[in-house]
């Protein structure tokens, strides 16, 4: 039996793509290599915005995130309070949100088959035709994969983008004990100590806190010494690590770049295999979610049209510039640019804090970085239209020393 639209692979991007087709009607199967309650070395946190998707239920958004706390080595704690509905987000366990996100894609209609790993994919004018342990055909194919399946892409000829490496690890810890130390809040380290790219989190879900740190080339050993961490260490207090599939320490990877063409005939890649992921705190959730749900517009217009070209696809391309690289992901590679290639990170975090203490509109996107309450573009805009204070509080030596990264993020 050919299917209208196969999806392939079952995280938040995939099972979202699902959803919106089955619920159009359409014939799909969602295929995913794990079986059903695989682990995913995820921190979970995910804004509220999520909710523009579909309402998360209590059981799921373990805990309710009220604020935030950024520790640099020289200002130690920073915290900010999340005082509006909008700021608010969710901290849970990837296991739990992908079930949840799968099943109610199934309960819109879509198959699922769980344990099956797609190997090969060819593509031509009758349909593509997807290869594992079994065969199954369809009109049109989703690529979903996350960075699993850079095979695949690769095979058809299309880009895999470049990423970096999250490390990480749950430690069980009884929900007083974590509302009392890490309180609804997600912390985030910024610290060239810990690894060459400085950032590190913990972020608390009900009865566990994810750790971890990422980079590039980072190692187990970095990860360790980040559980050495003071303020870390004081809070674990000896705590042990979960085991989820035989293994304490999880690695993976994290996409830092859009590919420049996720389409093809009779193809759309979503979410991290298409570098969708925001580089400034490598989450990618929401952002994964929203290509699913543009990439199932687009091939619900196709289907209707009856035309699964590149230039009838090409359509979702256009979609995912407008909506998240236009005033989201340019602004946050502008971003990144300035955090994590100038050399100067703690100083421009513990600068940007110090201005939002006297400054309501700055302290509200510093606040946005996390919820997404601001678009990318908004927060650039205010940090840029603060330039001399910024320059007070960094010194003139190193703002000079600034200028070439600046101009290099302006022209992002
Ligand atoms: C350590 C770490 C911490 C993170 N923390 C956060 C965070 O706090 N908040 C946030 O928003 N983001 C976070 N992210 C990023 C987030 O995990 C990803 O951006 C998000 O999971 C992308 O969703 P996706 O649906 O594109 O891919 P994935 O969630 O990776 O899903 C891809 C699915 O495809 C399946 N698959 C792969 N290959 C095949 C194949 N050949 N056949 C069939 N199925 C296949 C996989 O099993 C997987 O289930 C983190 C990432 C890491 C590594």
């Not at 682990?39 to 958004?61: L, M, R």
């Not at 695949?152 to 000829?157: D, F, S």
Request: a positive charge.
């Amino acid at each position: 039996m050919a299917y209208d639209l196969i999806i392939v692979g079952g995280g938040p991007g995939g099972a979202t793509a699902a959803k919106i087709a089955a619920e159009n009607g359409l014939n799909v199967l969602l295929l995913e290599a794990g079986e059903e309650g695989r682990y995913k070395c995820c921190a979970g946190g995910i804004p509220v915005t999520n909710e523009d998707f579909t309402p998360i239920p209590h059981s799921v958004g373990e805990r309710e995130i009220t604020g935030g706390v950024i520790v640099t080595p020289k200002n130690g704690p920073m915290e900010f309070n999340a005082t509006e509905e909008k700021d608010k987000g969710y901290c849970m366990f990837r296991t739990d949100f992908d079930r949840f996100l799968v099943d109610i894609a199934r309960d819109a209609g879509a198959q699922v088959t769980y344990g099956f790993r797609a190997k090969g994919i060819e593509i031509n004018s009758g349909g593509v035709l997807i290869k594992g342990h079994e065969e199954y055909r369809s009109k049109c194919v989703i690529l979903a994969t996350g960075l699993g399946g850079a095979h695949l892409q690769r095979g058809l000829g299309m880009e895999v983008p470049p990423m970096i490496t999250g490390i990480q690890a749950e430690f069980a810890i009884p929900e007083s004990a974590i509302t009392e130390q890490f309180g609804n809040r997600v912390w985030e380290f910024f610290d060239r100590t810990i690894s060459e790219h400085g950032v590190a989190w913990a972020f608390p879900k009900r009865d566990a806190v994810s750790i971890g740190i990422l980079g590039r080339n980072i190692k187990i050993r970095d990860f360790k010494s980040f559980l050495r961490y003071s303020f870390i260490k004081d809070k674990l207090n000896g705590r042990e690590m979960k085991v989820f599939g035989c293994h304490k320490i999880w690695a993976a990877p994290i996409p830092d770049k859009l590919i420049a063409k996720p389409y093809r005939d009779r193809v759309m890649i979503i979410g991290d295999a298409c570098g969708t992921a925001d580089p400034i705190l490598y989450e990618g959730i929401y952002q994964a979610r929203l290509s699913g749900k543009l990439a199932a517009e687009i091939f619900c217009k196709a289907y209707e049209e009856e035309d699964f070209g590149e230039n009838s696809l090409s359509r979702y391309h256009n979609l995912l510039l407008k909506h998240l690289y236009k005033e989201e992901l340019r602004y946050s590679y502008k971003i990144h640019t300035l955090l994590y290639h100038s050399g100067f990170l703690e100083k421009i975090i513990n600068a940007a804090y110090s201005m939002a203490q006297e400054d309501p509109e700055m302290m509200q996107s510093m606040i946005a970085l996390f919820t997404r309450s601001q678009t990318r573009k908004q927060i650039w805009k205010v940090m840029l239209s603060r330039k001399r204070k910024l320059i007070k509080h960094l010194g003139i030596s190193s703002s000079l020393r600034l200028i070439p990264t600046l101009f290099r993020a302006s022209r992002i």
